[in-house]
Every structure is written in C-alpha cells, then in structure tokens.
C-alpha cells in the first residue's frame, strides 16, 4: 500500500491519498477526538500526538496539527493510516447517513429538500446555495432525520452562521422530514468549479465575457 | 467558525469616520491648513489629525473588528471593548485638535491640552489593540492576510508612541536627551509609521482577501505574496526603528529613509503584481462597482510611488511633501476606504436584517440594497477631484486645490447618503424590504443574532 501526500496552502494541513476509497459518499470533519467515536480511523489518527482536527473525503484524508513537524508526525500518521487499512476495519463503525441505501422514497425526499435548499441565497453572490455548489451532500434517514452537509465560499464568513440556519429551516420544512441537521466543513473548500452550468453562465464563468 | 458574526460597533466607527472625512474635507474646501497655511502650521495639523485619526484610524480599526475574525476565521475577542476603545478616541481627537488651536494661538494655552490627548488617544487605540491582538494570537500560525494586519498594528502603537512624544515635547518638555532628538526630528517617521505601516499595511493585508472573496479570485499567499510582506515589513521597520534609533543615537537619518524607500517601492512592485494577478485570474467576470473603483485606489498607489521615486530623484521630495501625502491619503486610502464601504456597509445591513430570516421568507440580494450606477458617479467625482487637487497641490494652486477639495466634499456627501440609503433599505423594493423574520437595522450600530 502506498500512500501519497500533498502539502496544502494552509502550513498547518496535509493532505493524505491512500490510493483507495476512504469515505463512500460526501466529507466527514472531526474537530476533536470526541467527535471521533464513529470512526475507527479517525480514533487511531486522534492517538498521533499533535493531530488537532482531521476529515475524511472520498479518497483522501486532510490532518490539521497543532504543534509539531510533519518531518516527526508525517511518519507517525502513515502508520496508523496503513495499520487501519491493513487491518480491514471499517472506516466508521455505524453506516454513515451518506452510506446508507438509498430507498425510492428517500431519493424523493432527498430531491425535495435539493429543491428546498434552492430557497435559500448566498448574500453576497445573490444565487442559491445548491446550483453554487454549496451544498456538497444529503441525506434522509429512517427516522426522517434530514443531514445536509454544506460549505460557504469562504471560511469565517459572517454569512455562515445564516446560511447554515437558513438551509436547517428550509430542510425542516419539507413535509417526512422530521428533524434538520446541518454539518459545515471545508474540505473540500468550495470553488466555482462546483458551480451549475446555470450559475456560471449567470457570472460569466468560463465564457471570457467581462462586464 | 460559525462564531464569527456581526461586530456590534463596526457601523458606529463608520459613522464617526465618515463625519471627520467630510470635516477634513470641508476644511480644506475653506482653506483651512496646507496649502494655504505652511505645512508645519497648526492648522494644517488639525486637518491631517481630523483625516488620519478621525477618518483614517476609526475606518480601519472599524473595519478590522469585523474583518480580522474573517481572516482567521474565529470570533472577536470582545464585542464591547471597541465601544470605550470609540469613546476615548473621539475624546482624545477632540483633546488633540484644541491642543493644536491652543499652539496656533486660536485657544487660551492654559492647561495643555496635548498631554491630555496623547493619553486619551494612547488608551483608545491600546484598549482597540488589545482586542485584536487577543483574537489575532490564538490563530497562530497567522494566515497571510493576518501577518501584515499584525504587523499594522505593531506599526498603530509606534505611531500612537511617537505621537505622545511630540506632544509631551511641545508642553511639559522631555528630560531624556535620546527623546528630545526623536522629537524634534522625528515627524518624518512619525508619518511613514501611520500612513505605511499602520494603515497601508493593514489595507493591503485586508485588501488581498477581500477582493479575493468579492471577485472569486484565488487566495494568494504564494512566494510573490510573502515577498511583499517581508520586504514592506522589514522597509518600514528600516525606516521606522532604524529612523528612531539613528536619532537617539545622534546619527543621520538619510540612510534609514533611503534603505526603506528602496525595500517600499519593492514591496509595492510587488503588491502592484499581486493585484493585477487577482483581478485577472478573477472568476467572476462581472465585477461589482466596490471592485471597479477600488482599480482607481491602486491607480492612486502606484501613482504615488511613481511620484515619490520622482521627487526624490530630482531632490524636490521636502518641497512637494504635502502632495504626496495627499495623494497618499486620499487617493490610496481614502479611496479604497471608500469603495469598500459602499460593499461592506450593505452586506453588514443584509445580514443583520435579511439573515435571521434566510430560509424562512423570500429575501433581497445585497446588491438590491444599493444602486451602482448612481453610486459610480460619485465616487468618479471623487477621483477626478482627488487627482484635480494633487496637481494643483504640485503647481502651488491654491484656489484651484480649493475648488478640487469643494468636488471632493460633494462627492463623500454624495457617496455617504448613498450608504445611509442603503443602511435605511431605501432602495430596496417595498414588497420585500421588511418579510416577516426581517428588522429594521440601527443607522449607527449593528444587533448581532445569536445562532439558535
């Protein structure tokens, strides 16, 4: 097994590409190791002294420290990673929501609230947050609980608080949805190349016209 | 993250910054200071304070509450801190513009106010410090932007420092004679401290993600981008600490000021490449008037740079200083200060009205608070004004840099009621101005919600 890795723009984050797949839909965050307990990788990536947050993509891992040089943590970290792969363990230890089969009538519910969140606006770029490429996943489980995980153009916008309380209200409103959750993450961060064939015609995205 | 929200007295600190804007604007309209008193006069040292501290300082320290937590994505230290920090400052300007009438001999002399205004000044801007410095440090390692912000701030106590030497010089007197050499030639530093490190710096560092995030451009902090905030840091440390050291030592200050000029002008090469890399590479095509006008502010930047290297070229630098400093704070800070606000204001508005009720109601855009092509006006006004004015001021013009800084006033009137529109959703269309969920924002401070 090997595994790559790929320095960030942030010199606190590296990316590592186990060369098979790690999540099988959507993006995971964990911020700490509380948040951990789901996932077998994440917890044994938590007992790598100096790892501050980490998340888990389709086919990477992106690890966030907090002290210490990648030269000392770097090896470390392909070890546990190897040790977790090698092992056969899942990657979380419950079906994640993103996971789960996907039912005719959870697919419905699924489009409805797609077309829900298209209600809600980013406020500064005056479009909806699904045809922006804002929302990156959603799902519905049994129990009618609704999990849209979502970004924002920019990390620490002041919008973002809004956006993520507008999208749960709009999510919530959809008629078999019982409760709304909303998962904010970063990886990946958001680019126009997210965008609908509509949304970037509506700003001129790759058509060279300048206004 | 989700914690970075409205700061409560971003709105207060552009209301009083927009009010000393238009005082500096109208005094200079009157003839009030340079250039129809010397350069040196009381007078023209009551129109600088009332543009640097009143307009200047309170927009940047006003903007920087709302944005430093944007730039390293965490909440402000305290919401409440920037409302004493407010107080003492105004107190402190007022205290420093009667100190100047009292040496220009408009004011009884008795007590001297000066000394009162460093330490009312002095305690505002240590009380704003603080609280950006308590919310910069737990995000270290500091991403770009925050590094040159960090360094202003450094730069915003140096000036404030020499600020209170001056006036401690001119009434009580200085005992240490290292101090009375800083003082006594040190206006100079005293300068380039404020306008390069304190304000330039901080607009730069704020600059390079704000048009980042308006034109969707791609984040610089790449070798070029770092280029420009070690070789304008370590120009302006140069000019600044060596400037203050080759004083106290009794040394000559020319090489100081020569070494920094050399590491700026490098610097702003730099930044100047940075620029026009951002807005090519933007991926927004249709840009935003904030955007477009923001283009003349650089303009004005290099035009100031260019100007600077000619003057020193030909050894009329000491003689045409006042144009270069207007230009410079005009044309640069003032106008990328102004074409900021016109963005700011309304997307701040937008949020603490329409945010509470995204999701709930049909909302307006941002860009329905306010109307461009009206705006665009203005603020061209203001430029051909502003660039009016600094050729005037180069020809010794005086009635013609009057009539220039007469357009200049029209146009910030002009440009200020356009953001009291948008503050008072005017320009909104009255079927969705207020939906349910929505309020009506304060004119002068914002209301941040809390996340339920």
């Known amino acids: 097994m090997f595994i790559q890795t790929e320095v960030t723009s942030d010199p606190a984050r590296m990316t590592f590409l186990p060369g098979r797949e790690v999540l099988p839909h959507g993006t995971l965050t964990f911020d700490d190791r509380a948040a951990a307990t789901r996932s077998p ?6 007992d790598v002294r100096g790892v501050a947050a980490l998340a888990l993509g389709p086919d990477y891992i992106t690890i966030t420290k907090e002290s210490g040089d990648w030269q000392h943590l770097k090896p470390a970290l392909l070890g546990a990673m190897m040790e977790h792969f090698l092992s056969g363990a899942p990657v979380l230890s419950e079906p994640a929501h993103a996971a789960a089969p996907v039912s005719e009538a959870t697919g419905k519910l699924v489009e409805e609230i797609t077309q829900a969140l ?42 973002t608080g809004y956006l993520s309380d507008g999208a749960r209200e709009r999510a919530a409103s959809v008629e078999g949805i019982t409760r709304a959750e909303v998962t904010l993450t970063y990886e990946p961060r958001w680019s126009t190349d997210l965008m609908s064939d509509g949304a970037k015609a509506h700003f001129g995205i790759g058509t060279g016209r300048r206004r | 993250m989700l914690g970075v929200t409205l700061s409560r007295w971003t709105m207060s600190y552009f209301a009083a910054a927009l009010a000393a804007l238009l005082a500096g604007e109208v005094l200079m309209t009157a003839g009030y200071g340079f250039p129809s008193a010397p350069l040196r006069a009381p007078e023209t040292l009551v129109v600088v304070h009332v543009v640097a501290i009143g307009w200047l300082s309170l927009l940047m320290c006003g903007a920087l509450f709302q944005f430093v937590p944007v730039l390293i994505a965490r909440p402000l230290h305290s919401n409440t801190l920037p409302l004493p920090a407010l107080v003492l400052l105004l107190a402190g300007l007022g205290a420093l513009l009667a100190g100047f009438l009292q040496l220009a001999g408009t004011l009884d002399p008795a007590p001297p106010l000066l000394p009162v205004a460093a330490m009312l000044l002095a305690g505002g801007f240590a009380l704003a410090l603080y609280d950006l410095a ?14 040159f912000v960090a360094v202003a701030l450094f730069f915003l106590a140096t000036t404030v420092t020499l600020g209170m030497l001056f006036s401690f010089a001119l009434t009580t007197g200085l ?32 600059s390079y ?42 040394a000559a200050l020319a090489p100081a000021l020569i070494g920094g000029s050399v590491l700026g002008v490098v610097a702003l090469v730099l930044y100047g490449a940075d620029i026009v890399h951002l807005y090519r590479a933007r991926k927004r095509r249709i840009i935003e008037l904030n955007s477009q006008m923001a283009v003349f502010a650089f303009a004005a930047l290099a035009a100031a740079a260019a100007l600077a290297v000619t003057l020193i070229v030909l050894g009329r630098l000491s003689e045409q200083v006042g144009a270069l400093v207007f230009l410079i704070a005009f044309g640069w800070l003032t106008g990328l200060g102004l074409a900021k606000l016109y963005k700011i204001v ?56 009057r009539l220039a800084a007469g357009a200049m006033t029209l146009a910030t009137l002009a440009i200020a009621a356009e953001l009291i529109r948008a503050r008072r959703l005017v320009d909104v269309s009255a079927e969705i101005r207020l939906p349910a969920g929505a309020q009506r924002p304060h004119l002068l401070m914002s209301v941040p919600h809390p996340s339920p």
């Not at chain 2, 905030?229 to 400037?243: S, Y």
């Not at chain 2, 329409?354 to 306010?370: E, K, N, S």
């Open chain 1, 41 to 46: 990788l994440a917890a044994r990536l938590f």
């Open chain 1, 118 to 159: 298209r209600h809600v606006i980013d406020p500064e770029l005056g479009y909806n947050i699904v045809d922006l490429g804002l929302i990156y996943h959603v799902d519905v489980d049994t129990d009618g609980l609704a999990t849209v995980t979502m970004t924002t153009t920019s990390p620490g916008c002041p919008a």
């Open chain 2, 209 to 250: 993600r704000l048009l980042a995030m308006f034109m969707l451009a791609p984040e610089l902090e790449g070798t070029r981008s770092r280029a420009v905030f070690w070789t304008g840091t370590a120009g302006l440390a140069l000019t600044v600490l060596g400037g203050v050291a080759a004083l106290s030592l009794d």
């Open chain 2, 134 to 147: 308590r919310t910069l440090w737990p995000a270290q390692p500091l991403p770009l932007p925050a590094r």
């Open chain 2, 175 to 206: 005992g240490s004679r290292p101090l009375l050499a800083v003082a006594g030639a040190g206006l100079p530093l005293h300068v380039v401290a404020g306008l390069g490190g304190w304000l330039t710096l901080a607009a730069i560092g704020v």
């Open chain 2, 346 to 401: 309304a997307f701040l508005t937008w949020l603490e009205c329409y945010g509470p009720a995204l999701g709930r109601v049909a909302t307006p855009r941002v860009q329905d608070l306010v109307v461009e092509a009206r705006a665009r006006t203005w603020f061209l006004l203001y430029y051909l004004a502003v660039a009016s004015a600094t050729v005037a001021l180069l020809m010794a013009h005086v009635l013609a840099f």
